[in-house]
């Protein structure tokens, strides 16, 4: 293991959060079966994965709940559905701010078995380690959509065919306002692909570093659209274990869209799988304790602190000082956050589960009822009445300019090596 600097708190910023917006900088995820932290080596650390991007749910996706007063919105349990290239529900304009996508009309033969040749693929959007995302448009019409290409044979490498096929579940059987939806998937002997809706305002994570960091008021708006939709998912029994801004997309209306479900996971009580990103790690995953919902509003907490800052609370060079200085908890606040807004994110970061904020009698609730949100209108927030504080510019459908530039050349490393073995992994795309 690579040394590390001596733990400290301080409030002085690391040059690479503070720098102008560069995909060189989203920053690492990891992943590893159950164990300790300190048996975990660098092979253990997973690299970035392809960029999400958001879409529309085909069918009978479980309903975003109305809110009321006294309680957190209230959704249908998850069910498993099978969304193969399924019509998307809506024929609205492809402008609508990722709620009704361009409709998809079935295949030859009434069916809606596309393949990657109905597709011409226009620009990449993001790469990862085994994948990339591009802008596609249907072959025959003026639609545009997000195509995610994931590659089999590193799937398999690296381990995370239980995850895709996760993500794939579960965005197959949700539907709410702040999250991506899922239009369809299909499979070659190569790839698998996810289709979704191509979302014009790219990541908040860009606008973030753009800015240098975000107000109270633009910090609460974002919170407000995001702790519903953790809401959301936790009465599902959801955890989503990635919470960042790489994973927060803004629709064409400036609005919330969470997307990456790659760590997503159906969880009726804990669970012991390490995955995550360092810097929004809570310390129960850090401790193989055994984690549940709690930990996705930990990283609510982790994620205010960067807005507001414009880098996370706890950093270092290393991973292993990262969770040094997760466990010691000394946070060291800016001058310029408020009060308010510093109650609620020690709320939130309280390294005693049963006592921090979302994770009580009123779970979600008490989040909502804290100051900091004093005078939201919640009902408002959910039917996305109140103006985004940025809306993202674009002159056409495949408008890329939110999006970074990347090389068009697909690494091939690895595409010799036979995929026949494993292919049975893969029957459910």
């Not at 609620?344 to 009822?369: E, M, Y």
């Not at 408008?399 to 029957?427: A, C, G, M, W």
Request: include cysteine.
């Amino acid at each position: 293991m690579a040394a590390h600097s001596p733990v400290q708190s301080t409030a002085t910023p690391p040059a690479s959060t503070v720098s102008n917006s560069s995909h060189s900088q989203h920053r690492h995820k990891l992943t590893a079966s159950t164990g300790s932290l300190a048996s975990l080596s660098s092979a253990h650390t997973a690299p970035e994965r392809p960029a999400s991007i958001t879409g529309a749910s085909a069918l009978n996706p479980v309903p975003a709940p109305a809110l009321s007063s006294t309680g957190p919105p209230v959704a249908s349990p998850v069910v498993s559905i099978d969304v193969n290239c399924a019509a998307a529900v809506s024929s609205q304009s492809p402008y609508s701010g990722g709620i009704s996508p361009p409709i998809l009309s079935p295949t030859n033969g009434g069916r809606f078995g596309y393949k990657v040749s109905d597709f011409q693929l226009v620009k990449t959007l993001g790469t990862g380690t085994f994948g990339r995302v591009y802008l596609c448009q249907l072959k025959g019409s003026s639609k545009h959509y997000a195509m995610k290409m994931l590659r089999k044979i590193e799937v398999v490498r690296l381990k995370q065919v239980e995850h895709i096929i996760s993500e794939k579940t579960i965005l197959s059987a949700i539907r709410f306002p702040f999250i991506v939806n899922l239009l369809c998937t299909f499979q070659d002997q190569q790839n698998v692909y996810m289709l979704e809706e191509y979302v014009v305002g790219g990541e908040l994570f860009s606008h973030l570093r753009r800015a240098g960091r975000f107000s109270n008021d633009m910090t609460k708006f974002y919170a407000s659209q995001i702790t519903l939709a953790l809401d959301y998912l936790h009465s599902t029994d959801i955890i989503y274990r990635d919470l960042k801004p790489e994973n927060l997309l803004l629709d064409i209306n400036g609005n919330i869209k969470l997307t990456d479900f790659g760590f997503a996971k159906v969880v009726h009580d804990r669970t012991w799988t390490l995955c995550g990103t360092p810097e929004y790690l809570a310390p129960e995953i850090i401790q193989s304790k055994g984690h549940g919902k709690a930990v996705d509003w930990w990283a609510l907490g982790i994620l205010v602190f960067e807005m507001l800052a414009g880098y996370p609370p706890f950093f270092d060079d290393n991973p292993f000082g990262i969770y040094e200085k997760i466990l010691q908890g000394r946070i060291a606040f800016p001058s310029h956050i408020d009060l308010d807004a510093r109650e609620f994110i020690k709320r939130l970061l309280t390294p005693d589960r049963s006592r921090r904020l979302g994770n009580l009698k009123d779970g979600a609730q008490d989040v909502r009822a804290h100051k900091w949100f004093q005078g939201v209108d919640w009902q408002a927030i959910l039917d996305r009445r109140i103006g985004a504080p940025i809306v993202p510019v674009y002159s056409h459908p495949a408008d890329t300019r939110n999006f970074e530039s990347y090389s068009e050349t697909v690494d091939e490393t690895n595409s010799s090596i036979p995929l026949e073995p494993f292919q049975h992994l893969f029957k459910d795309f």
